[in-house]
């Protein structure tokens, strides 16, 4: 149901459902990850190591970050940024899954996808999560910056922030952060629809159908796979991304320890390797690990459910 599939005749939704189907995906399961994106955020922007022998160190654990945050700033401080995180998910979704449909409709059109399913995919997948990365990363910006500050808190409200970075940074404030983006969605997001497909088709082979009861299952455990595997692989790009976010911002940082200020992807990059060291680019990994198998599996079977949804939806249409 991932992508345009001629064999599917009748069971091929329209491009407003594909958009919608994304969308909604991308609502509920950023409802349900929030938490985990906002230790991830937190882990990556620590310059000091992830260590209880660190004495500078603010967050060294998962449980430990969660509990410290809890105390500190209470529970709704894991849905810091919540709004513009929505808004970032409800538009991604949308435009990902639809660039992702035409792409591969297009490709389909061209007699390019026989025996080249993993890579069509993989630039398919890439190429529709670049078109959405460019649509929404002004909302990615925003989405950092409330994630990042602590109390008392920089930004009010959302139009606060707007205000507020475009007024002292300028308009460019809001696509920091874009190179190693756009870097790193190319290959991450090629992984995640490429990888989820063949590991359908792997599943498939190992677990033969026993109809619709283990589908979701299956959609939730190869969406995780995925997610897991294309994480680990562009994980540092996605840590550059987030510390040149906050470029500009280190006075909201004071209370975290120390800050850092970097002229852009290969400066930050050297900088890191010189005062964390390259263990210090997986730094908040087992978070992202984490949220990774959690979203993405959430997104590709909470997509394919609503693509059912809607599937259905038409069935009665049909028969009058």
């Not at 091929?12 to 909604?24: D, E, L, R, T």
């Not at 490429?194 to 109809?211: D, F, V």
Request: glycine share 10%.
């Amino acid at each position: 149901m991932v992508g345009y599939d001629p064999k599917a005749d009748g069971r091929n939704n329209s491009k407003f459902q594909v958009a919608a189907a994304g969308s909604m995906s991308g609502l509920v399961t950023r409802a349900l990850i929030s938490p985990l994106d906002i230790i991830k955020i937190r882990f990556q922007l620590q310059i000091e190591r992830l260590s209880r022998n660190d004495p500078g160190a603010k967050y060294h654990g998962i449980l430990q970050a969660t509990k410290q945050i809890l105390q500190e700033e209470g529970p709704t401080a894991f849905w810091k940024g919540h709004i513009p995180a929505q808004i970032l998910s409800v538009g991604y979704g949308a435009v990902q899954f639809l660039s992702f449909e035409m792409l591969t409709e297009l490709v389909h059109g061209a007699d390019l996808y026989d025996n080249h399913e993993f890579s069509v995919h993989f630039v398919c997948g890439g190429l529709a999560a670049c078109v959405a990365t460019l649509a929404v990363h002004p909302v990615d910006v925003l989405r950092t910056r409330f994630a990042a500050q602590g109390e008392p808190r920089v930004y009010k409200t959302l139009r606060d922030a707007v205000v507020t970075m475009f007024r002292t940074e300028g308009p460019m404030v809001f696509y920091k952060g874009l190179s190693p983006t756009m870097i790193s969605i190319f290959p991450y997001a090629g992984l995640q629809f490429s990888c989820y497909t063949s590991l359908k088709h792997s599943y498939e082979w190992l677990l033969p159908a026993e109809g619709k009861k283990s589908e979701n299952l299956k959609n939730l455990l190869c969406g995780s796979g995925a997610g897991v595997i294309s994480k680990t692989l562009t994980y540092p790009l996605d840590l550059f991304k987030k510390r040149l976010q906050v470029g500009g911002f280190e006075h909201a940082r004071a209370t975290f320890g120390q800050v850092r200020s970097y002229g852009g992807l290969l400066d930050c990059a050297k900088q890191m390797l010189q005062d964390e060291g390259a263990l210090g680019f997986f730094k908040g990994l087992s978070p992202s690990l984490l949220k990774a198998a959690v979203s993405t599996g959430l997104i590709f079977s909470w997509y394919e459910l609503f693509c059912n949804i809607f599937h259905c939806m038409k069935k009665p249409d049909r028969m009058r």
